[in-house]
């Protein structure tokens, strides 16, 4: 049992949701070491290696390192994967939109080894699991020359702007152009926006004009006649009378009764769980009340606006096959109930086909590159604490393809193994049919004396000297986290590898601590990495380290069986994950519960909304806790993504900005057009 | 003096601001008449022309003819315009943004004609002014041969998804793919909306931190220090402090009055006139209140949300000349001001640059073609009536240079020529130093004949039979509302040639009227046109007097000088433009006209918020009113976009959604992957 630091975020700004944020080492120019499964310190594996890429010491700054660079035009990224000029759309030079339809040509094509990288409990400063993303596949395609695709998240805009800055890796392991990679991309987060907005005001508006209208006004406005007095039902109609049980193309077979059931949606204001959305950092979003102006006649509603990557339409964008499938997970997300309790959907409001259309270019993923030419592959979005948070189906599944039987994909799950890594296995896998050959951990012994019992780790201020002096007694106690999540990992039956992310304050003490408590712990290998100073050359252990674990045969499994009651999914991985004693229901937790099931949406894995800084709900709760009772706040469902999202303790889904935001040292330099001050 | 009818918009679906849609009229096959400066009826000029598409009767929907043809990749477009390899960023096959680098190379190239086009007040229906500029450009480019660029704004997604459908024009006269023109585009939109909700966001967020710190902590929160206890200021500081006459530029020698009067905004919260915004329309975000989490403390705000076109941000794309123009023009919006009365930017929120950075791409505009593949550079905004609501300055300045000396540039103002080509003439070529050459006003039958007297035209229910019958008094009677766009439009010293846009119900009697009149209004020329069901094949006669036109001198000049005080600009406007009798200020506009004097704002040109639909601040008043008093509710200074902003009456910010919102019909067809009901 650990020692837990007692930990308490900074109340006058919110720490928001995702702080993934990559670690600044100093290069470590000593070469690194693996330690083989049997525990020995093996000669220095990296000497071989030299950096490809100009390395200096110190490290300059992220921006500054992927302004010296000059990326390739995308287009020879694209055709080095093996994509036809008629596989991808350019979006300036830098950036391309993938087609579905490389994934049909080489349906028949055997796909590549599959990694998941995932990360130990995070500090608020991030502990480099996208710098490791990327480190990792320099070493495997610039190094090992193994064909190798990156499959990340898109970020949010609000951290960026707010407290953490970009999120493109760092050092000499970044996906750049980052101010590309950070700021719009090709704008799937946008269309997600736009389309959840059009959900919500086609929400609010329906009950405005349903209450001033009787059932045959409403009717008429809705299958109005034409000039020739005849009507008609949009095709999205007809889904509606489908599911109603009428049977008739023709608005005037209609009974009266039937007319009242199809135009009178009735929406419960009290049962709507859609809420509105942006990509800014917005804290006095969260709570609001819309509807006071004269003219919407005093139909106020409470409600409030979440981060645009926390939309169930961003995990229908990650969760989605195709676009036939995203049209279908569109229509039937639901936003609420009718008075008589029936579940409503974006397809009882005519918007389904609306909302696909805005999101049609979304279903392709962007393909940019790394600092050495390794292709990234760029889809969906983050926060795996308050959403999925994981990369898209659709991009793996391009990405495995591509790189054909030899190659790697690497795609990365958010934040700690107990929540990004437990969703992916259990969501994603489920969803994709996919099975990872290998998950990487990634630790740093930074991460790993708070858990010890350090002191706190507070973005914005200096660290304390536990973490910059060597304290391997800290680090020793603090692999009780690593533990777990190593051990968590394997009951998937799928070999970890740990990736030591190394920083200049580590001492070979304490790394050699680290490696042990792994291997002990049951992974097949643990690397020291130092691709933030080094690029992929500091990663090329960790790279063999993989590909050694990937041949090793697997024997995928779920942790819950999904047609089990949502109680028990839920308990089971607060049991099995967490190491919770058990789960406390608060009555609308418990009220939920009961609906979803009635409406039969109990069929569908659970997607916890959890804390990132703790096993349990308590950001405090640093190490391995156990014993504690988890608190079910609230129950969503997000039909159309496909799960059922339990909210655990008090999760904030929209976060704040500090005082001084980072936004304070973004500008152009008008001299020379490019971006200053991101980082 | 006309009869005015009497016109009330349907309150449950309260009208968009934006309803320039094109009407549908079938293709009028005979050859086309055009009326010379005499009066006398020319032989129909056009029958050498044979349309180069393949035109059906009836016309096909829009989406139906714009799927039917295969557009050039767009490379082709920008090769033959003559733009450079390294001149443009492809964003897909069918739209590419372009460089002012290309504006840079050809500094010393002549420039084009410079054609303005504008319409009589327009009907809820529009009266194809979108559609007559493609038509007018397809007739230069593709029959009469003359390198030609038309320069539109980018629709709003509000409408498109609301009332109106999309903006690309109709029939064969068409920007196309009108699923890029009119959703996402490259993202210009989704960055403003980003832009202007992150500034929100920091106002908000500045006042809460301030109220829970002290001087000093506050102070060492902006300006934290670094590990050898270093503080320094980040640039956009650095214009605070020189803006506050502290010529500082290390913070530890900042005195402690300093220190309060740099870091402490002392932000008046009743005083803040920036609102979020959206690209959608949401009527229950007209009137909100923020703030109502508990972590907010009870600082609640009643704010609202705008459509995103009508944010200044949008204005200063339009009006910027360049990125450190744009930097510039941003940094100094003001949002309200401190409790001492002095004015706020977003500079002294230190948001400037980071704005500057989400909006940098937005600075180029994004080229398209036209059904007959003529290049298109759509860029900026629309509602000409809530907003500046022209295309782009920096657009206007390329087309002229690419299409060079014999060539034309097509540039759209907003709405009628009362507010568009008001401001166009006004803010617009004050900014730029360009001067029009020509301006082309749009006319229909069935507006005129409203203006007449004819009964209402309302959205969405069938024109009266006034409208599909002859009635040529009621035409004629119509003309006075013409007339006084054409009189209004000759005092800027620029040739009027009207554009008669022809619905298959206008008769040769009810046409003739309308040219007649045109004439002795004063127009060079007028000519009818059937650019909607023949494509730039009908209207190769407007083109003809169009470059007719151009070749007359013309003596431009402002309707009012800029140094003149506020109030004498608006009444400037109010009797030239209006007719109005006489000005009334409501108490909240002549607080902010002493105010924004006080600041020294009172030199920017104006920018009337007025209905579209009438000559006065009453859309029921059609044809030429006069002797009504126009009253000012309240007065807005966008000190960055560089105008002052009258509101006339109440004029609606926000549109809403009607009963059965456009989006009904938008899907996507799952075979073939295209959209469909976009019209």
């Not at 110190?58 to 596989?87: M, N, W, Y």
């Not at 009507?231 to 009266?256: C, N, Y």
């Not at 999540?485 to 009951?491: G, M």
């Not at 152009?668 to 057009?673: F, I, Q, S």
């Amino acid at each position: 049992m650990c020692t837990f630091a007692s930990y308490s975020a900074s109340s006058s700004s919110s720490p928001p949701p995702h702080q993934e944020s990559s670690p600044r080492p100093s290069p470590f120019m000593s070469p690194t070491t693996t330690i083989g499964a049997k525990g020995r310190a093996e000669a220095p594996a990296q000497a071989q290696f030299q950096p490809l890429l100009p390395v200096q010491s110190p490290v300059p700054s992220d921006i500054a390192i992927a302004q010296s660079i000059t990326p390739q035009h995308i287009s020879k990224i694209a055709e080095q994967l093996g994509l036809k000029a008629d596989e991808y759309d350019l979006y300036g030079t830098t950036k391309a939109k993938v087609k579905l339809s490389t994934r049909d040509r080489l349906k028949d094509s055997p796909m590549g080894k599959y990694v998941v990288v995932a990360g130990i409990t995070p500090t608020p400063l991030g502990e480099g699991k996208s710098t490791t993303t990327m480190g990792l596949c320099q070493a495997l395609g610039a190094y090992l020359k193994r064909k190798v695709v990156a499959c990340v998240r898109q970020p949010s805009q609000g951290p960026t702007f707010g407290i953490k800055g970009g999120a493109a890796g760092g050092g000499y392991s970044q996906a750049f152009p980052m101010e590309d990679f950070n700021l719009h991309l090709t704008g799937d987060i946008h269309a997600i926006t736009a389309a959840n907005n059009l959900l919500a005001a086609a929400i609010d508006v329906r009950m405005f004009h349903e209450a001033a209208q009787k059932d045959e006004a409403l009717f008429n406005r809705l299958c109005p006649a034409d000039k020739e007095g005849k009507r008609k039902f949009a095709p999205v109609m007809l889904r509606r009378l489908e599911k109603l049980g009428i049977h008739k193309t023709d608005p005037s077979d209609l009974t009266p009764e039937e007319v009242r059931r199809f135009a009178r949606l009735d929406i419960d204001p009290t049962s709507v769980t859609w809420k509105r959305v942006l990509d800014i950092n917005d804290r006095f979003l969260r709570k609001i009340t819309t509807g006071q102006g004269p003219e919407e006649r005093g139909q106020t509603h409470e409600t409030g606006f979440d981060i645009a990557v926390a939309s169930e339409i961003m995990a229908v964008l990650a969760l989605s096959s195709d676009l036939a499938d995203m049209r279908a997970r569109l229509g039937r997300m639901v936003i609420g109930n009718n008075k008589a309790g029936e579940p409503l959907t974006a397809d009882d409001l005519g918007v389904g086909g609306a909302l696909t259309v805005l999101m049609k270019d979304t279903i392709e993923p962007t393909l940019m590159q790394t600092l050495e030419q390794t292709p990234v592959l760029v889809h969906a979005g983050p926060f795996a604490n308050i959403a999925h948070g994981n990369s898209s189906i659709v991009a793996d599944q391009i990405g495995l393809k591509l790189v054909g039987q030899d190659g790697v994909v690497v795609t990365e799950a958010g934040f700690g193994a107990d929540i990004g890594l437990e969703k992916f296995m259990n969501i994603k896998c489920r969803a994709s049919g996919l099975k990872p050959d290998c998950a990487v951990i990634v630790a740093t012994v930074r991460a790993l004396k708070m858990h010890g019992g350090g002191p706190p780790v507070v973005a914005g201020t200096p660290l304390h000297h536990d973490y910059t002096n060597e304290n391997v007694e800290l680090v020793k106690k603090g692999c009780c986290n690593l533990e777990r999540h190593i051990k968590n990992t394997t009951r998937y039956g799928v070999p970890v590898v740990v990736a030591i992310n190394q920083f200049a304050s580590d001492t070979q003490a304490e790394l050699e601590a680290v490696k042990q408590a792994a291997l002990e712990s049951g992974a097949a290998a643990a690397a020291v990495c130092n691709h933030h100073g080094l690029g992929g050359a500091g990663a090329t252990d960790l790279g063999q380290a993989v590909l050694e674990a990937c041949s090793k045969p697997s024997s995928f499994q779920f942790l819950y069986d999904v047609q089990l009651p949502i109680k028990a999914k839920i308990e089971t991985i607060a049991r099995e994950m967490y190491h919770a004693a058990g789960v406390e229901y608060l009555p609308e937790a418990e009220a939920q519960i009961e609906r979803y099931t009635r409406m039969g949406f109990d069929k569908l894995p659970i997607c916890m909304a959890k804390t990132q800084y703790s096993f349990s709900h308590d950001a405090a709760q640093k190490g391995a806790p156990s014993g504690f009772v988890l608190p079910i706040r609230d129950v969503r469902a997000s039909v159309g993504a496909g799960f059922v999202f339990p909210l655990v303790g008090s999760m904030m889904t929209m976060p704040g900005l500090p005082t001084r935001p980072a936004f304070y040292d973004i500008d152009v330099d008008l001299e020379t057009g490019k971006i200053t001050g991101l980082s």
